[in-house]
């Protein structure tokens, strides 16, 4: 029999708050198992079994394989001469004079490496975007994991492999946007993280693959000013960004290619207007108006004899947008919450191309995804996110398929109204009630057990601190 200690009905030897094995719960305890253990069946319990990518991955493949056979006049113009010289030169030894592409070397690489795939010339070619398509969706699960178990990672990849922006990019044009912006997502979620060095270097690759990542800077720029990074990780930031574009210099350096070669390519596209997008058999872009290659945006309104003074409008708009997003963002208590700095990177990834002159119909790419990502987590989001889709389908629409179901006119009016949204959906959610104060990811505080978790319009409160769903 069980000696007691008397008046407490507490076993001798017991120690105070410990529930004896088989015995009911302490008396003002906390339950068996307390609330980790709850929490962790629940999420258990929401938490999609890995068989579940087996019938997404079945669906990305087989919507992939119509578009295999496309031959896009970029291809014909650019990416294939490229792939027959490099076959030619030596594969990686052809780096040594790079003046046969306009590209930067990295993508090169890229070509050097799968001309060794025993495979046609088409495949290889689209296989590098295809394989980017996979590691963006892998990066924008990542995105929507923060805080948001159960299916938001699934949903998000398998949306973001979906989209049909993505699939027709990559497996039908062969365009390796999907390469920058995985790279470009990676780095501001990690700045989102506070780690700032490891953002930049990943940003200074996404550069050294495709100049458009630099659209990323003012939403990268917005975080840090969010976050009140110090000056010494800023700079250490700004170092790595430097460092990891340059890194992808040395193969070519190492087979002999000029450095002034290398220094001149981004600038010959700034000032040739960029890597033109091309339709079957046709090579190269024709604007549709002075100021935009056909890009869904606000220049799609003007008329084709417009004086210059708006290009120069173009870039006050951009830098008013961005002072305009970071007076909402950064005077908020929840500046640094991670669904705000989201929807405010997803209102800028409109915003940005939508105002730039001289934008190609694929410089959206990059807010193709982002506002994706950013419905994950907002559901307000998601006709966003439809609207930029369906603009972006429209631009690619003469190109790829020689029809324009939408005047371009009408797809920026669409874009428009998408970005107007954005702006609506983090204005919203800024009206909300502040969360408290965070805690960094992994951190615990000391103290007594917290009550039960509260909702309150769409945020979580938990132990240690509060962070948005």
Same mark, same amino acid.
């Given at each position: 029999?069980? /000696?007691?200690?008397?008046?407490?009905?507490?076993?001798?030897?017991?120690?105070?708050?410990?529930?004896?094995?088989?015995?009911?719960?302490?008396?003002?305890?906390?339950?068996?198992?307390?609330?980790?253990?709850?929490?962790?069946?629940?999420?258990?319990?929401?938490?999609?079994?890995?068989?579940?990518?087996?019938?997404? $991955?079945?669906?990305?493949?087989? /919507?992939?394989?119509?578009?295999?056979?496309?031959?896009?006049?970029?291809?014909?113009?650019? *990416?294939?001469?490229? &792939?027959?010289? $490099?076959?030619?030169?030596?594969?990686? =030894?052809?780096?040594?004079?790079?003046?046969?592409?306009?590209?930067?070397?990295?993508?090169? &690489?890229?070509?050097? #490496?799968?001309?060794?795939?025993?495979?046609?010339?088409?495949?290889?070619?689209?296989?590098?975007?295809?394989?980017?398509?996979?590691?963006?969706?892998?990066? =924008?699960?990542?995105?929507?994991?923060?805080?948001?178990?159960?299916?938001?990672?699934?949903?998000? @990849?398998?949306?973001?492999?979906?989209?049909?922006?993505?699939?027709?990019?990559?497996?039908?044009?062969? +365009?390796?946007?999907?390469?920058?912006?995985?790279?470009?997502?990676?780095?501001?979620?990690?700045?989102?993280?506070?780690?700032?060095?490891?953002?930049?270097?990943?940003?200074? $690759?996404?550069?050294?693959?495709?100049? +458009?990542?630099?659209?990323?800077?003012?939403?990268? !720029? !917005?975080?840090? #000013?969010?976050?009140?990074?110090?000056?010494?990780?800023?700079?250490?930031? =700004?170092?790595?960004? /430097?460092?990891?574009?340059?890194? !992808?210099?040395?193969?070519?350096?190492?087979?002999?290619? %000029?450095?002034?070669?290398? #220094?001149?390519? &981004?600038?010959? +596209? *700034?000032?040739?207007?960029?890597?033109?997008?091309?339709?079957?058999?046709?090579?190269?872009?024709? @604007?549709?108006?002075?100021?935009?290659?056909?890009?869904?945006?606000?220049?799609?309104?003007?008329?084709?004899?417009?004086?210059?003074?708006?290009?120069?409008?173009?870039?006050?708009?951009?830098?008013?947008? /961005?002072?305009?997003?970071? @007076?909402?963002?950064?005077?908020?208590?929840?500046?640094?919450?991670?669904?705000?700095?989201?929807?405010?990177?997803?209102?800028?990834?409109?915003?940005?191309?939508?105002?730039?002159?001289?934008?190609?119909?694929?410089?959206?790419?990059?807010?193709?995804?982002?506002?994706?990502? =950013?419905?994950?987590?907002?559901?307000?989001?998601?006709?966003?996110?439809?609207?930029?889709?369906?603009?972006?389908?429209?631009?690619?629409?003469?190109?790829?398929?020689?029809?324009?179901?939408?005047?371009?006119?009408?797809?920026?009016?669409?874009? @428009?109204?998408?970005?107007?949204?954005?702006?609506?959906?983090?204005?919203?959610?800024?009206?909300?009630? %502040?969360?408290?104060?965070?805690?960094?990811?992994?951190?615990?505080?000391?103290?007594?057990?917290?009550?039960? %978790?509260?909702?309150?319009?769409?945020?979580?409160?938990?132990?240690?601190?509060?962070?948005?769903?």
């Amino acid at each position: 029999m069980t /000696v007691r200690d008397a008046g407490s009905g507490r076993a001798e030897g017991a120690r105070p708050g410990v529930r004896p094995r088989g015995g009911p719960a302490p008396e003002g305890g906390p339950p068996a198992g307390g609330r980790t253990t709850v929490v962790a069946v629940r999420r258990s319990r929401l938490r999609p079994a890995w068989w579940w990518t087996l019938p997404v $991955i079945a669906v990305a493949v087989g /919507v992939r394989i119509p578009f295999l056979p496309e031959i896009s006049g970029d291809y014909t113009a650019f *990416v294939s001469r490229w &792939y027959d010289w $490099i076959a030619s030169h030596g594969h990686l =030894a052809a780096l040594r004079d790079p003046t046969f592409a306009n590209y930067n070397p990295p993508y090169l &690489y890229l070509l050097a #490496l799968v001309g060794y795939l025993p495979v046609p010339k088409l495949l290889a070619v689209k296989s590098i975007s295809i394989v980017f398509d996979v590691v963006l969706a892998l990066v =924008a699960s990542r995105f929507a994991a923060r805080r948001s178990p159960g299916w938001a990672p699934l949903v998000a @990849a398998a949306v973001v492999l979906l989209l049909p922006t993505v699939v027709v990019n990559g497996a039908g044009w062969g +365009q390796c946007d999907s390469i920058y912006a995985s790279c470009t997502i990676a780095a501001l979620l990690l700045a989102v993280r506070r780690r700032p060095v490891w953002a930049g270097l990943l940003f200074g $690759i996404a550069v050294a693959f495709k100049l +458009q990542a630099v659209f990323a800077a003012p939403m990268l !720029l !917005l975080v840090v #000013l969010a976050h009140r990074e110090r000056i010494r990780s800023v700079a250490g930031a =700004a170092g790595a960004a /430097v460092a990891g574009f340059v890194a !992808l210099w040395v193969p070519a350096l190492l087979a002999g290619a %000029p450095l002034s070669v290398l #220094l001149a390519v &981004y600038p010959n +596209q *700034v000032t040739g207007g960029g890597v033109g997008g091309g339709g079957r058999g046709v090579g190269g872009a024709v @604007a549709s108006a002075p100021y935009t290659y056909n890009a869904p945006n606000f220049y799609q309104w003007l008329p084709a004899g417009a004086p210059t003074v708006w290009t120069w409008s173009g870039y006050l708009l951009v830098v008013l947008s /961005v002072i305009a997003v970071a @007076a909402l963002v950064l005077p908020h208590p929840d500046r640094s919450a991670t669904d705000v700095l989201l929807l405010a990177a997803a209102a800028l990834a409109v915003a940005v191309p939508f105002f730039l002159p001289s934008m190609h119909e694929r410089y959206f790419f990059l807010a193709d995804v982002l506002t994706v990502v =950013a419905a994950v987590r907002n559901r307000w989001m998601w006709p966003v996110a439809a609207a930029v889709q369906l603009a972006s389908l429209a631009a690619y629409a003469p190109f790829l398929w020689h029809t324009t179901p939408i005047p371009l006119a009408a797809a920026a009016a669409v874009e @428009a109204a998408a970005l107007a949204g954005s702006l609506v959906v983090l204005g919203l959610r800024l009206r909300l009630p %502040p969360t408290g104060r965070r805690v960094p990811d992994g951190a615990r505080t000391a103290g007594p057990a917290p009550e039960a %978790p509260a909702r309150t319009a769409g945020v979580a409160v938990a132990a240690g601190g509060t962070e948005p769903v």
